[in-house]
């Protein structure tokens, strides 16, 4: 899911921005020194740049095992829509078309987890946390 501001439009008078939902366009994902950022299935338009792109499901499997109950993540953030650019050259002009892709350019969290480190290098950042799920030892 994605919330941001497409063409500045905020979804009420509160200002709480539009809620997106799309599917991850482009593998691999890790390891991310290697692959900074991924593309996201999306009706992407100006305004959604810097827009949190997070996880919200319950019962997924991730890092190689189960997680059960509600899980919520930040996956990255929208940092540009992904299109083509297309030169087309006659005798006197070259025309530049850019064809839409509905493709959003995200940049992984972790990248913005390591920058926020080098920046504030005193203010440790708290890693993750798994919370108990309290149905797991019921039986």
Do not use: C, W
Not at 9 to 29: D, K, Q, T
Not at 48 to 65: A, E
Not at 102 to 121: D, G, K, M, W, Y
């Amino acid at each position: 899911m994605v919330l941001g501001f497409p063409f500045g439009v905020e979804s009420n008078e509160s200002g709480f921005p539009i809620l997106r939902s799309g599917r991850i366009a482009s593998y691999p994902l890790t390891p991310t020194k290697l692959t900074q950022t991924f593309l996201l299935d999306f009706e992407v338009f100006g305004g959604n740049s810097g827009g949190p792109v997070f996880l919200y499901d319950k019962n997924r499997i991730y890092q190689g095992k189960p997680h059960l109950g509600n899980i919520r993540f930040i996956v990255g953030l929208v940092s540009q829509e992904r299109d083509l650019t297309e030169q087309v050259k006659s005798l006197e002009q070259i025309t530049v078309k850019r064809h839409r892709l509905a493709l959003a350019v995200i940049i992984h969290s972790a990248l913005i987890r390591e920058t926020i480190q080098i920046l504030f290098p005193n203010d440790p950042i708290p890693a993750p946390t798994e919370k108990k799920n309290p149905y797991r030892d019921r039986e």
